[in-house]
T-cell receptor, first 113, second 113 residues
Framework: QQQVKQSPQSLIVQKGGISIINCAYE??????FPWYQQFPGKGPALLIAIRPDVSEKKEGRFTISFNKSAKQFSLHIMDSQPGDSATYFCAAGSGGSARQLTFGSGTQLTVLP | DGGITQSPKYLFRKEGQNVTLSCEQNLNHDAMYWYRQDPGQGLRLIYY???????QKGDIAEGYSVSREKKESFPLTVTSAQKNPTAFYLCASSMDRGRETQYFGPGTRLLVL
């Protein structure tokens, strides 16, 4: 019940295209859904996050879409660039003063020039 | 510069040896976390701490130990009981009380000789 399932495992997109990564969860107690971007040999960095009271959040070229009834959320990267090539992790968190996060397995995105 | 530092960047462990990974933050964050990252998998929580002198086991605490004697420091010891220690270890921190964003350090890669 604590799992967060992420797909696809890898994704190749042409420059200028749209990259879409999907995540699904089971635990209805989750109330915080961040996406992290990780470059090789580096720690993950927060990209964008959403709470379940909104269905969409956009920051620049990055958009999270959230479907509470389906318990799914997705990351859309518009106008994908070679510099976006990285591993992306979705996560879900719930309650407490030290909020714990459950991470998806990651998607390796490659944007071809 | 504010941030999280981890040392060393690479660490080699011999059979039967305990090794300690360092994590220091100057962000004045209350909560600190240790994650393990294996290829093709998401981040798995080892231990977390909400406050000095207090810490909690995460999902994969067996074979690991931690201490939190100072707010800014959260060292992780990989003991000889951890039979498969080769992984990328990430430390993170966050503010308390609903501040969900976790900031990650650059990681330590542990290899077994």
């Amino acid at each position: 019940q604590q799992q967060v399932k992420q797909s696809p495992q890898s994704l190749i997109v042409q420059k200028g295209g749209i990259s879409i990564i999907n995540c699904a969860y089971e635990n209805t107690a989750f109330d915080y859904f961040p996406w992290y971007q990780q470059f090789p040999g580096k720690g993950p960095a927060l990209l964008i996050a959403i709470r379940p009271d909104v269905s969409e959040k956009k920051e620049g070229r990055f958009t999270i879409s959230f479907n509470k009834s389906a318990k799914q959320f997705s990351l859309h990267i518009m106008d994908s660039q070679p510099g976006d090539s990285a591993t992306y992790f979705c996560a879900a968190g719930s309650g407490g003063s030290a909020r714990q996060l459950t991470f998806g397995s990651g998607t390796q995105l490659t944007v071809l020039p | 510069d504010g941030g999280i530092t981890q040392s060393p960047k690479y660490l080699f462990r011999k059979e039967g040896q305990n090794v300690t990974l360092s994590c220091e933050q100057n962000l004045n964050h209350d909560a600190m976390y240790w994650y393990r990252q294996d290829p093709g998998q998401g981040l798995r929580l080892i231990y977390y701490s909400q406050i000095v002198n207090d810490f909690q086991k995460g999902d994969i605490a067996e074979g690991y130990s931690v201490s939190r004697e100072k707010k800014e420091s959260f060292p992780l010891t990989v003991t000889s009981a951890q039979k498969n220690p080769t992984a990328f270890y990430l430390c993170a921190s966050s503010m308390d009380r609903g501040r969900e964003t976790q900031y990650f350090g650059p990681g330590t890669r542990l290899l077994v000789l």
